[in-house]
Nanobody, 119 residues
Framework: QVQLAESGGGLAQAGGSLRLSCAAS????????MGWYRQGPGKERELVAT???????VYADAVKGRFTITRDTAKNTVDLQMNSLKSEDTAVYYC?????????????WGQGTQVTVSS
């Protein structure tokens, strides 16, 4: 059974940095996509950044230039370096992964890790 385990959340001051990590277990397959979503207070879950196995990267406009996603396909891990944090980055951050083959698409989510940015 595939599981995603996040770590690295916590409290940071505005302008500071945090690094989130996610490790997948339960499969030897390479995920087609791994990345991060977030859900702020009273908001819907939104994409933060994703990276495909073909090294294609997508960032939300709100984090471009501040966040960097890295991925180790051999280890099935994905990290998110968050710099120049803002109070609006406060959210629960979820690791996200997709396995797709033979017309089937399976999406996996981590439990989430809280990031709180104080102004």
């Amino acid at each position: 059974q595939v599981q995603l385990a996040e770590s690295g959340g916590g409290l940071a001051q505005a302008g500071g940095s945090l690094r989130l990590s996610c490790a997948a277990s339960g499969t030897l397959r390479t995920f087609n996509v791994m990345g991060w979503y977030r859900q702020g207070p009273g908001k819907e879950r939104e994409l933060v950044a994703t990276r495909s196995s073909a090294r294609s990267t997508v960032y939300a406009d709100a984090v471009k230039g501040r966040f960097t996603i890295t991925r180790d396909t051999a280890k099935n891990t994905v990290d998110l370096q968050m710099n120049s944090l803002k109070s609006e980055d406060t959210a629960v951050y979820y690791c996200y992964a997709v396995l797709a083959s033979y017309g089937e698409r399976q999406v996996y989510w981590g439990q989430g890790t809280q990031v709180t940015v104080s102004s």
